[in-house]
Nanobody, 124 residues
Protein backbone atom coordinates (compact mmCIF):
# COMPACT_ATOMS: atom_id res chain seq x y z
CA UNK A 1 0.00 0.00 0.00
CA UNK A 2 1.28 3.45 -0.95
CA UNK A 3 -0.18 6.80 -0.01
CA UNK A 4 0.68 9.81 -2.16
CA UNK A 5 0.45 13.41 -0.99
CA UNK A 6 0.88 16.26 -3.47
CA UNK A 7 1.78 19.85 -2.65
CA UNK A 8 2.98 22.99 -4.37
CA UNK A 9 -0.01 24.02 -6.44
CA UNK A 10 -1.32 27.56 -6.58
CA UNK A 11 -2.03 30.60 -8.70
CA UNK A 12 0.68 31.83 -11.06
CA UNK A 13 0.82 34.32 -13.90
CA UNK A 14 1.42 33.19 -17.48
CA UNK A 15 5.13 32.66 -18.03
CA UNK A 16 5.70 31.84 -14.38
CA UNK A 17 6.93 28.69 -12.67
CA UNK A 18 5.76 26.25 -10.03
CA UNK A 19 7.24 23.10 -8.55
CA UNK A 20 4.90 20.34 -7.48
CA UNK A 21 5.98 17.70 -4.98
CA UNK A 22 4.54 14.28 -4.31
CA UNK A 23 5.66 12.39 -1.24
CA UNK A 24 5.01 8.67 -1.02
CA UNK A 25 4.27 6.91 2.25
CA UNK A 26 4.80 3.18 2.17
CA UNK A 27 7.58 0.90 1.12
CA UNK A 28 9.49 0.07 -2.04
CA UNK A 29 9.15 3.58 -3.51
CA UNK A 30 12.10 2.82 -5.78
CA UNK A 31 10.10 0.03 -7.44
CA UNK A 32 7.35 2.34 -8.61
CA UNK A 33 7.25 4.31 -11.81
CA UNK A 34 5.97 7.75 -10.92
CA UNK A 35 3.64 9.69 -13.18
CA UNK A 36 2.01 13.08 -13.26
CA UNK A 37 -1.42 13.61 -14.78
CA UNK A 38 -3.78 16.56 -14.93
CA UNK A 39 -7.48 17.13 -15.36
CA UNK A 40 -9.11 20.37 -16.39
CA UNK A 41 -12.83 21.05 -15.84
CA UNK A 42 -14.94 19.17 -18.36
CA UNK A 43 -11.97 17.25 -19.74
CA UNK A 44 -10.56 13.78 -19.29
CA UNK A 45 -7.50 13.12 -17.18
CA UNK A 46 -4.41 13.43 -19.34
CA UNK A 47 -0.83 12.29 -19.04
CA UNK A 48 1.81 14.92 -18.31
CA UNK A 49 5.08 13.18 -17.44
CA UNK A 50 6.56 10.03 -15.92
CA UNK A 51 9.87 8.75 -14.62
CA UNK A 52 10.97 5.14 -14.61
CA UNK A 53 11.52 3.07 -11.50
CA UNK A 54 14.45 1.17 -13.08
CA UNK A 55 16.44 3.92 -14.77
CA UNK A 56 16.56 7.65 -15.29
CA UNK A 57 14.27 7.35 -18.30
CA UNK A 58 11.52 9.95 -18.54
CA UNK A 59 8.55 10.57 -20.77
CA UNK A 60 6.61 13.74 -21.45
CA UNK A 61 3.42 14.77 -23.19
CA UNK A 62 4.11 16.82 -26.29
CA UNK A 63 2.25 19.75 -24.79
CA UNK A 64 4.77 20.13 -21.94
CA UNK A 65 8.06 19.07 -23.53
CA UNK A 66 10.77 21.63 -22.97
CA UNK A 67 8.77 23.36 -20.22
CA UNK A 68 8.19 20.69 -17.56
CA UNK A 69 10.74 18.45 -15.87
CA UNK A 70 10.00 15.38 -13.77
CA UNK A 71 12.52 14.15 -11.21
CA UNK A 72 12.59 11.89 -8.21
CA UNK A 73 14.55 11.60 -4.99
CA UNK A 74 14.33 8.01 -3.77
CA UNK A 75 16.00 8.91 -0.49
CA UNK A 76 13.09 11.24 0.25
CA UNK A 77 10.38 9.09 -1.36
CA UNK A 78 9.43 12.15 -3.38
CA UNK A 79 8.80 12.95 -7.02
CA UNK A 80 8.78 16.48 -8.37
CA UNK A 81 7.31 18.28 -11.36
CA UNK A 82 9.07 21.52 -12.22
CA UNK A 83 6.80 23.60 -14.43
CA UNK A 84 8.23 26.58 -16.29
CA UNK A 85 6.79 28.95 -18.90
CA UNK A 86 3.31 28.17 -17.68
CA UNK A 87 0.35 28.88 -19.94
CA UNK A 88 -3.34 29.36 -19.14
CA UNK A 89 -4.04 26.01 -20.79
CA UNK A 90 -1.91 24.33 -18.10
CA UNK A 91 -4.64 25.16 -15.58
CA UNK A 92 -5.88 21.90 -14.05
CA UNK A 93 -5.83 19.69 -11.01
CA UNK A 94 -2.52 17.84 -11.06
CA UNK A 95 -2.26 14.30 -9.73
CA UNK A 96 0.73 12.12 -9.07
CA UNK A 97 0.45 8.37 -9.51
CA UNK A 98 2.55 5.31 -8.72
CA UNK A 99 2.74 2.16 -10.82
CA UNK A 100 4.53 -0.91 -9.46
CA UNK A 101 7.33 -1.89 -11.83
CA UNK A 102 5.48 -0.62 -14.89
CA UNK A 103 7.13 0.78 -17.97
CA UNK A 104 6.79 4.49 -18.63
CA UNK A 105 3.13 4.67 -19.47
CA UNK A 106 0.70 7.47 -20.37
CA UNK A 107 -2.29 5.28 -19.49
CA UNK A 108 -3.92 6.17 -16.16
CA UNK A 109 -5.27 2.67 -15.62
CA UNK A 110 -1.76 1.21 -15.45
CA UNK A 111 -1.04 3.10 -12.24
CA UNK A 112 -1.89 1.57 -8.89
CA UNK A 113 -2.05 4.50 -6.50
CA UNK A 114 -3.11 8.14 -6.81
CA UNK A 115 -2.74 11.28 -4.80
CA UNK A 116 -5.58 13.61 -3.97
CA UNK A 117 -4.55 16.24 -6.48
CA UNK A 118 -3.36 19.84 -6.26
CA UNK A 119 -4.85 22.79 -8.14
CA UNK A 120 -2.69 24.78 -10.55
CA UNK A 121 -4.20 27.96 -11.97
CA UNK A 122 -2.38 30.02 -14.57
CA UNK A 123 -4.00 33.40 -14.96
CA UNK A 124 -3.19 37.08 -15.05
Amino acid sequence: QVQLVESGGGLVQPGGSLRLSCEAFGHAFNEYAMGWFRQAPGKEREFVAAESWASAAKRYADSVKGRFTVSRDNAKNTVYLQMNSLKPEDTAVYYCAAGFRILLSPAPDEYDYWGQGTQVTVSS
